[in-house]
């Protein structure tokens, strides 16, 4: 436990040696959040169990990417607590928002990794379903809502970005900043099928690098959260990787085709533009593309619907919606807003 302070005010964090040795560890986060976790998990896994109710310690892993997420935080969190009567250490972004109020029965639990292990046993940390797919069912394909790699391997490269888009909080919130090596991660690759290349923000350098080692092992690869102004500099690697047939599914977060809405977030309006076009010359070879995307943007005063969905269809075999959300977290809000975007009140 310590005392921290960041942009988001002062607080106090736990830490994973103020878990004890029976966890029960859930994910109501993204694939990178959930995959720091079971590297941990995997290199203690004599730690976890998978019943919340043996457990010591409970850990939900949380995402405030929208108040809609941070709502169903709050929601898996208190289910828990109901059951158990035990306190609920939050993980995962959430955690790093000390501008958020969180309940009494919860506790904040710092970024939780270790950085080289391979993920063997990936049942360790719970994936709860996505909340935005009411009717989500696990045994759907790879390409139904809130399905995207959620059966896949996540190969770690690294965690942080050095972006400064204004809708993000990333480099806030993911902890210390780190990049593997890609041939160090070989054996890791070699072991697992339908591997996917992890990170909040790949870098140039290792796409090109992984983009080798697919084609010398022959072995096809996926990618997810790669930025538009990263995808365009591996261009000639990607299309190579395609026509060999060694390029699963890209995922690059465009995030709006509108170039008044890409300046208002601070993104690079030329790089998503080429990105994607980039992008429908890999659908074109077979790749399967995804995105996300942020609707109802307020540009000066503005909301941007951001919703064509007949635009989205030509470039894209797979995208998500994330609602615009300011930062500023009101649960009353969160729950009007839930009824309107997943509920369709």
Not at 10 to 22: A, P, S
Not at 102 to 128: A, C, Q
Not at 335 to 340: G, L, Q
Request: glycine fraction near 4%; proline fraction near 4%.
């Amino acid at each position: 436990m310590k005392k921290v302070k960041n942009k988001f005010g002062e607080g106090t964090i736990y830490e994973k040696e103020d878990l004890g040795r029976k966890i029960y560890a859930t994910s109501a986060a993204c694939m990178s959040v959930w995959s720091d976790m079971l590297s941990y998990a995997n290199k203690y896994p004599e730690y976890f169990v998978d019943d919340p109710s043996k457990a010591d310690s409970i850990v939900v892993l949380s995402c405030q990417v929208t108040d809609l997420a941070v709502l169903n935080d709050l929601k898996v969190a208190a289910r828990l607590h109901e059951l158990t009567g035990k306190y609920i250490y939050i993980g995962g972004c959430l955690a790093q928002r000390m501008d958020i109020p969180l309940p009494e029965f919860t506790r904040r639990l710092d970024v939780v990794r270790e950085i080289g292990i391979e993920l063997e046993d990936t049942s360790l940390v719970h994936y709860e379903p996505p909340f935005w797919v009411p009717d989500f069912k696990e045994e759907d394909n790879n390409l139904k809502d809130g399905h995207l790699f959620r059966n896949y391997y996540p190969l770690k490269l690294g965690a942080g970005c050095h972006g400064k888009c204004k809708y993000c909080t990333i480099r806030h919130t993911r902890g210390e900043v780190y990049e593997t090596i890609p041939k160090d991660q070989i054996e890791e690759f070699l072991n697992h099928e339908h591997v996917v290349l992890t990170s909040d923000s790949p870098t140039v350098k290792q796409i090109k690098e992984w983009a080798v080692i697919a084609k010398e092992t022959n072995k096809e690869i996926s990618i997810r959260n790669i930025e538009p102004q990263n995808l365009i500099q591996c261009e000639e690697e990607l299309i190579e990787l395609a026509k060999l047939g060694l390029l699963d599914i890209v995922h690059c977060p465009v995030q709006s085709f509108d170039e008044k809405v890409l300046r208002a977030m601070n993104r690079n309006v030329d790089a998503t533009y080429k990105a994607i076009d980039l992008l429908l010359r890999l659908r074109n070879l077979g790749v399967i593309t995804a995105t996300n995307i942020i609707i109802d943007y307020v540009v000066n005063g503005e909301v941007i619907e951001n919703h064509d969905r007949e635009q989205l269809n030509k470039y894209f075999d797979y995208y998500s919606w994330n609602p615009y959300f300011d930062g500023n977290y009101d649960i009353i809000k969160a729950e009007e807003r839930y009824n309107k975007y997943i509920l369709k009140k």
